[in-house]
């Protein structure tokens, strides 16, 4: 028997797969949004194998053998994920790391003064009700940004 190939098949043989996440430019137009698509992935999965682990932790299912093996795994992933959380949050704040704050004299007793406010990555004081600058309520960050 013989066997033949499409052009297909061997243009898929010809490729090899990337394997792994893709490095994504801080500055590109994606970004932010595959950080927060990360960490919505690792904080769902957290709760997940939480609810896990809290269904085998209660007194009432002494009845049933515990999976200790499913447990200790759930656990390990939970850990990862917390991990990869800290990572992002590293990202995150190595990016902001070199912005301006909003300076301490616009500061007053009952709020900021909204002439002040500018955005810390850009330096503008330019604000559009479709580009608006946001004040981060992060404790101590006292920065602004553009939507």
């Known amino acids: 028997t013989t066997t033949t ?6 243009s898929a043989v010809q490729t090899p797969r990337k394997r792994g996440r893709q490095k994504l430019d801080p500055n590109g137009p994606r970004f932010w949004d595959s950080l927060k698509s990360r960490l919505k992935y690792c ?3 957290i709760r997940r194998e939480q609810t896990y682990i809290d269904a085998y932790s209660r007194d009432y299912n002494t009845d049933l053998c515990k999976p200790t093996r499913e447990i200790q795994r759930a656990q390990s ?4 994920n917390k991990q990869k959380i800290r990572e992002i949050v590293k990202i995150t704040e ?4 070199n912005t301006k704050p909003i300076p301490e004299a616009a ?4 709020g900021i003064d909204a002439e002040v406010i500018c955005c810390s990555l850009c330096g503008s004081e330019e604000s559009t009700p479709e580009n608006d600058i946001l004040l981060c309520d992060r404790k101590g960050c006292d920065r602004g940004f553009h939507q």
């Open 107 to 110: 500061w007053q007793d009952d």
């Open 5 to 10: 190939t499409t052009p297909e098949k061997e």
């Open 43 to 45: 904080l769902a999965t």
């Open 77 to 80: 992933v939970i850990y990862k």
């Open 94 to 97: 190595t990016h902001f790391e």
